[in-house]
């Protein structure tokens, strides 16, 4: 096994990329230094193995992303409010992409019944959806089988959290054009499934959580 790259090794490694982007393209990083424009919010996991980008095939500059432990959106979360605000009111995006994976190691630790210390209190917004869909989960019986479909379930409530936040609602009484899309990506085959849950208007929040004014 190789051994791991040090700090001073990544120092020599971002030289040779920077100058492999100059041989390619020479005004690379002049257009990079300018205002971004991206049209793309992705609300991704933090990962390694999920490089938002480069698994969609887009150049710095055209993705703004978020990246958490399995990829949550909950309404107490600054961080993550703050982003989604920048994105939808300063970036003016199109586009809002919550995009979870199979096998996610979060998703695990959720189902399991272990401890593991602080994080638990962050994966009890998955603790939610389980006990929210126990009888469906609690019918599969491969342990592989029930994480990944949880893993779906995840993306599918964070949509509607996003869907939820004042901040969408406020882009959409504002007659913006703004969608939010429920993804999954497969490291067994590096592919993406759209969850097929796009929401793109108060119509389709529950009445409960609408704000009309």
């Known amino acids: 096994m190789c051994d791991k790259p040090t700090p001073e090794d990544l120092f020599e490694r971002n030289k040779e990329w920077a100058q492999s982007k100059l041989e390619l393209d020479q005004e690379y990083f002049s257009r990079l230094r300018d205002i971004q424009r991206p049209n793309y919010l992705w ?52 586009h809002i992409i919550v995009t979870g994976h199979y096998n996610c190691g979060g998703i695990r630790a959720a189902i399991s019944d272990s401890d593991h210390g602080q994080i638990d209190n962050w994966l009890a917004n998955i603790k939610d959806i389980l006990k929210a869909n126990y009888e469906e989960l609690s019918a599969i019986e491969d342990e592989q089988a029930k994480v990944d479909r949880l893993c779906e379930l995840n993306v599918i409530q964070q949509v509607r959290n996003v869907g939820k936040t004042s901040i969408l609602q406020k882009a959409w009484r504002n007659n913006q054009k703004v969608t939010v899309h429920g993804w999954v990506y497969g490291l067994h085959d590096g592919l993406i499934r759209d969850m097929n849950v796009d929401i793109s208007s108060i119509d389709q929040i529950h009445e409960a959580y609408q704000i009309r004014s």
Do not use: T, W
């Not at 999920?50 to 095939?57: L, R, S, T, W, Y």
């Open 43 to 94: 609300i991704g996991c933090s990962d390694s193995r999920v490089p938002a980008n480069e698994i969609v095939g887009m150049d710095p500059g055209e993705l703004f992303v978020h990246r958490n432990v399995a990829n949550i959106v909950p309404h107490s979360d600054m961080n993550c409010l703050a982003v989604i605000q920048y994105a939808v009111e300063i970036l003016k995006v199109e």
